[in-house]
C-alpha cells in the first residue's frame, strides 16, 4: 500500500477507477508504464459495476465487468488507492506534474483481509447501504459489495460506535483503527481524467413525487433490484413489497430540459429503459411495462433492433410528457401527461415509476488544477480542445481525457474514449522522452 | 497510548466521540429489529400485515425487513395467490 512513502514516482496518474480510467489504466500498464488508478470509491469499476446487463447484447455486466476488474488489480505496473481523492494537480513542466493525493483511512489493512464477512456479522450497526442506493440496510463494518475489488472490508467511521466487536472476530486482525488520512506526493510524466458522470437527482423535479412516494424509483435503483447481487429477492415495490404489474418509465428525467438546466440528451436513457423493460417482462412475464418518451434515440449500432425487439415483446410505448406524478391511497401512482401525438391531456395508472434519470457532468476535475486551467464546455463537461483530430486533449497539455468525463456516452464508447486517451498519452510519454 | 493488536478500537476511542446520531442509529435499529422479529415469532406476515401490527409505516417495513433478510434473521416465504405479496418468517 505504500503507506510510508510519501513521495512516490509513476508515469501516469488516472484520475477515476470506472470503466475508462481502468480501461486507460491497463493501456497504459500493458505498454510497460507505471500507472496509478486513483478511485474515491471503495472499489473501483465505476457505475458498470453496479448494472444488470448492459444494452443491446444483454450480456451480463459483472461477467465483463469483474474480469477486467482483476486484470487491472493484478497488473504488476497498476498501483490502486481507493477511498482517495486528488487535492492537486501541478504543472510543472511537459511531462512533469505534481500531484497530491488524499488518502482517507478504511481502518482495514487491505493486504490481510479475507473478506471472510465476520465483522459483518458482528457489526450491531445498521445504515442505509449506498452501493444499493439505500433500499436496503448495510453494517458500519462492510465489504461495498460482492464484486467490489479491492475485495476487503471497510468500516464507515460516521456510523461506528466503536464497540470494537469486528475487531474481536477478525481471524487476521486486519482492522487497524490508528490508521490515518494521508497525504501523498506524487511525481508523474502525464495525466488521464476519467471522472466519469453524476445521475441527474430527480428531487430537482418535485412534481414527480421522487422521496415523497416510495414506489418512484430512479432507474439506477430498478438496476439493482434486477441484478444478481439485488437488494430484495425478486424486484419489488419499495413503498410496501408488492411485486408491481404496471410499470411506468418517464425518460428524459433531467435531460433534454432547459429547466433544470441540463438541456442535452444523456444518450443511454432511451436504452437502458428499454433493456431494463426487456428485463423486467424475463423477471415478471405478467407485468405491463409502459414507457413514456419524447424520442427513441435508438442511434447506435443494435439499438434499432434492440428497440424494435421491446415493442415486440409487448413493451407498451407512449410518445408523451409527464406534467405530474401523484400518489394514491394504495400506493399506485397516477401521471398526467400530454399525449404528444393527439396533443390531449391524459392520465394513466401504474403501480411503480422509475424515472429514468439522465448524465450530468462531475465538475470536480476542473478544481484539480491551480496554475492552469482545464477548459469545460458550455455544459460543464471537459472540453475536447481538438475534437474531431484528437478527442482525448484537454487545454491542458499532457492530460487527457477518457469517457463520460468529456460528455454521456455508451459503454463501447467510454471503452474507445479510454483507448484514445492512452494511445494519446503513449505519444505524449514518447515525445517527452 | 500503548495500541494493542485486536483492539485498536481503544485508541480511536480516546481521539474521536462517536456521533449521537450514530448511537441513536443504533439504538433505533435494535429497536426495530427486535419488534419484528418478536411480531414474526407468531408466525409468517406480509410487509401489509406487518406494517398493521407495528404501527410502522409500510416503506420503512420494507427497508427494515430487507435488511434482516440481507442479515440472515429473516427469510422470504410464499407469496399469496395473487402473486402480489411475499411473507416473511424468522430464519430457521
Known sequence: MNGATNHLNFD????????????????LASNGYK????????????????????????????????????????????????????????????NNFEVTVVKQPRYVVVEDC?????????????????????????????????????????????????????EKVCPTH?????????????????????????????????????????????????????APTRPFNTVLRPGDGKVPDKIAYVLCTGSRDATVGNPICSQ?????????????????????VTIYYINIRSFGKGFEEFY???????????????????????????????????????????????????????KDASAFFSQDELQLDPYNFIYQTDELVSPARTSIPGVFVAGTASGPMDIPDSILSAGSASSEAISYLINGQ | MEIEKGKTFKYLKEKREVSQQAKDGLKEFNRIKKAILDALKEGELTVIQLSEKLNMP??????????????????????????????YKIKQ
Do not use: W
Not at chain 1, 486513483?38 to 450480456?59: H, N, Y
Not at chain 1, 511525481?187 to 466519469?196: C, E, Q, R, S, Y
Open chain 1, 308 to 362: 424494435q425487439q421491446a415493442k415486440g415483446m409487448g413493451v407498451n410505448f407512449v410518445k408523451g410528457k409527464i406534467g405530474k406524478i401523484s400518489e394514491q391511497d394504495n400506493g399506485n401512482l397516477t401521471l398526467r401527461y400530454e399525449d404528444i401525438n393527439e396533443g390531449i391531456l391524459k392520465e394513466a395508472d401504474h403501480d411503480m415509476v422509475i424515472l429514468s434519470v439522465g448524465v450530468l457532468p462531475n
Open chain 2, 58 to 87: 409500510r416503506p420503512e417495513v420494507v427497508y427494515y425487513l430487507m435488511s434482516l433478510v440481507k442479515y440472515g434473521f429473516v427469510a422470504t416465504g410464499e407469496v399469496d395467490d395473487m402473486d402480489e405479496y411475499f411473507t
Open chain 1, 114 to 166: 479475507t473478506a471472510c464477512q465476520l465483522c459483518e456479522q458482528a457489526c450491531p450497526v445498521s445504515v442505509p447501504d449506498q452501493y444499493q442506493y439505500n433500499m436496503v440496510g448495510r453494517k458500519a463494518a462492510f465489504i461495498p459489495f460482492s464484486i467490489a475489488s479491492p475485495k476487503a472490508a471497510a468500516i464507515d467511521i460516521e456510523s461506528c460506535v466503536l464497540c470494537g466487536a469486528c
Open chain 1, 35 to 94: 500507472v496509478l488508478l486513483v478511485e474515491k470509491e471503495l472499489s473501483i469499476g465505476g457505475k458498470m459495476i453496479m448494472l444488470s446487463k448492459v444494452f443491446p447484447t444483454l450480456d451480463c455486466a459483472a461477467c465483463i465487468t469483474t474480469p477486467k476488474v482483476s486484470e487491472i488489480s493484478r497488473h504488476p505496473n497498476i498501483t490502486i488507492y481507493t477511498g482517495s481523492e486528488i487535492s492537486n494537480i501541478n504543472k510543472i513542466a511537459e
Open chain 1, 268 to 288: 443511454i436513457c432511451c436504452m437502458y429503459s428499454i433493456k431494463q423493460a426487456q428485463l423486467l417482462m424475463g423477471a415478471l412475464p405478467m407485468a405491463d
Open chain 1, 12 to 27: 501516469a496518474v488516472v484520475v477515476g477507477g470506472g470503466v475508462a480510467g481502468g480501461e486507460a489504466a491497463l493501456n
Open chain 1, 174 to 226: 486486519c482492522i487497524d483503527f490508528t490508521q490515518e488520512v494521508q497525504t501523498l506526493q506524487i511525481d508523474t510524466k502525464t495525466v488521464i481524467l476519467a471522472t466519469g458522470f453524476k445521475l441527474f437527482d430527480p428531487l430537482m423535479i418535485p412534481r414527480y413525487g421522487f422521496g415523497m412516494y416510495k414506489n418512484v424509483i430512479t432507474s439506477m435503483q430498478m438496476e439493482r433490484e434486477l
